[in-house]
């Protein structure tokens, strides 16, 4: 009988060295229970009514020892095992985990001439690669950050690429996001980026991977599938953008797929979509940074990624905020139809404070000859709002909801600069458009600032060691919500381009100072208060 099963075993790929003895059968019965350990692993050994069963003792949960925890029987040949630490229950016959999340590793056992064999070979790397990204995939459901983090782990472990765990989870997700990109794709590039340069341990390496599939986790949580349209047409960059700006969803996906079909990459589609998303004031600037980021994350994940992460960015530009048409910015029309590139006005950064929206394009325009000073003189002005903004505006409670400003709104105009300066020196003609968006930023935030700030305070000696110790510090960064841990992790390293891109600049210091005191001031994130005073102001007017 043993010959027999030997042979059995060697035919299907296992051999005798990885069927391990463990104890006479009727001594096991006796105990119920058996410690075993053998290849490094730690085995629990139950006998139960329904029969022998063998799996790790840590419990995939936290690690506790499942030695220690409940064995009950149920119907026939079932039986669930309980971790006393946080009920979790595992139906060792099944291997379903009936409650909790990660899947329990179970040993096949065999009984032969009535002792206890337990087989202790490892699955094939594949196998367990395929298992760890369909439990990370289940860890979704409820937002497991731990269990994404152990998944993710599992699929390193077993020889994986860990950006596959990034590949699988943009493609899951990609139809759930109602309006498409949001910061969650925005950022991933950033992260990786982070990850090259300052992670020095394998544990540093894991943090950016979960802190993105998370992101994505959260960011979809609950929602329900928003299907693409179907279909393809052949591309035409001319009609993707009309398409986007007639918002047609269903016209500017096909083009898309056709793009994409015909072997065409993000690099040809590239400057159509920014003309898109330059086309207005789009989504307070976020629609520009989506297309950058985009290209980046492309880059690094590949081409299998391309038409999940296209299809949420050409979403977010279709059904983007155009705030060009608002009273407020009303004036970027004007303005941008009066450009003719031969304003000779010398320009720096304090002919630009203080001004409202129409005086600050209409200033800009006297200076469009020479994009570069203009460019480094908004941007000098956005870092010095940015410095001197009025924390009281964040604290107050009775302002209306057009003054609900913080810390994060700061920060778009230099993370939008970033991304018009990448974008605007690949394609020159988008020059006018990001200029003078970059202007509404600055007229929109000169409301907001306290010229008391005491900015010699906030100076910073070393600007390089600055920067990249806030870098690395994001690696074990202590912000419960994403979406203030993206806004450090996007701001810093557009900052960090753009002093590499000017070091010598005039805004470089004063850059430095503000997100000094940005990383180092309150951010306030919930107002109770405020929300019930404009709730109930809002309910009076409606007669």
């Not at 040993?107 to 699955?123: K, L």
């Not at 500017?252 to 990459?265: D, E, I, P």
Request: glycine residues 8%; aromatic residues 8%.
């Amino acid at each position: 009988m043993a010959l027999a099963q030997k042979e059995a075993r060697e035919s299907d790929g296992r051999t005798a060295a990885t069927l391990v003895r463990v104890a006479p059968l009727e001594e096991l019965r006796a105990k119920g229970r058996h410690l075993f350990k053998a290849g490094g692993k730690q085995i629990a050994v139950f006998a139960g009514d329904g029969g022998v069963f063998a799996c790790n003792n840590r419990c995939p949960h936290e690690g506790y020892p499942l030695m220690e925890g409940s064995l009950t029987a149920g119907g026939a040949g079932d039986c669930v095992l309980t971790c006393n630490w946080h009920n979790w229950k595992f139906d060792l016959a099944s291997g379903e985990t009936l409650v909790g999340g990660d899947k329990l590793r179970r040993y096949p056992v065999e009984i032969v001439d009535g002792e206890v064999f337990i087989d202790i070979a490892d699955p094939p790397a594949e196998e367990v690669a395929a298992a760890a990204l369909d439990a990370l995939r289940q860890s979704f459901r409820r937002h497991e950050y731990d269990r994404m983090a152990r998944e993710i782990s599992r699929l390193q472990k077993a020889g994986a690429d860990p950006l596959d765990a990034l590949r699988a989870a943009f493609a899951w997700t990609a139809d759930r996001f109602e309006f498409g990109c949001t910061h969650a794709q925005a950022g991933a590039a950033d992260w990786l980026a982070i990850r090259d340069a300052f992670a020095t341990t394998e544990q540093q390496r894991l943090v950016p991977l979960v802190e993105i599939v998370g992101h994505l986790a959260w960011d979809t949580l609950r929602e329900r599938p928003y299907p693409y349209p179907e279909g393809t047409r052949p591309y035409d960059a001319a009609a993707l953008t009309a398409a986007i700006e007639a918002e047609d969803e269903a016209a500017a996906v096909a083009l898309v797929r056709g793009a994409l079909a015909a072997g065409m990459t993000f690099a040809d589609l590239e400057e159509p979509l920014a003309e898109a998303a330059l086309a207005h004031y789009n989504d307070f600037g976020h629609s520009l940074i989506y297309v950058q980021k985009t290209g980046e994350l492309i880059a690094r994940l590949g081409p299998q990624s391309a038409e999940p992460l296209l299809l949420s960015l050409v979403r977010s530009l279709v059904y983007a905020t155009r705030e060009d048409l608002i009273p407020e910015f009303r004036a970027y029309g004007p303005a941008l139809a009066a450009w003719d590139g031969k304003g000779t006005a010398p320009v720096v950064a304090d002919d630009l404070l203080g001004l409202s929206v129409p005086k600050v394009l209409a200033r800009a325009n006297t200076s469009s000859g020479d994009v570069r000073a203009l460019y480094d003189a908004l941007v000098g002005a956005a870092s010095w709002q940015f410095l001197h903004f009025d924390i009281a505006m964040m604290q107050a409670t009775d302002k209306p909801v057009s003054h609900n400003v913080n810390w994060l709104d700061f920060t778009h105009a230099l993370t939008f600069g970033h991304a018009v300066r990448d974008l605007c020196t690949k394609y020159p003609r988008l020059w006018p458009q990001g200029l003078l968006q970059i202007a509404c930023f600055v007229g929109r935030n000169a409301g907001f600032v306290d010229k008391a700030v005491d900015a010699a305070s906030w100076r910073v000696a070393d600007g390089k060691r600055f920067l990249d110790g806030a870098l690395a510090g994001l690696l074990d960064h202590d912000q419960f919500e994403y979406i203030v841990a993206i806004h450090h992790v996007k701001l810093l390293s557009a900052a960090k381009a753009e002093i590499a891109a000017a070091p010598d600049a005039d805004w470089v210091p004063i850059l430095l100072a503000a997100l000094n005191r940005f990383l180092n001031e309150p951010l306030r994130r919930k107002h109770p208060l405020r929300v019930a005073h404009q709730a109930m102001g809002f309910v009076s007017a409606e007669g």
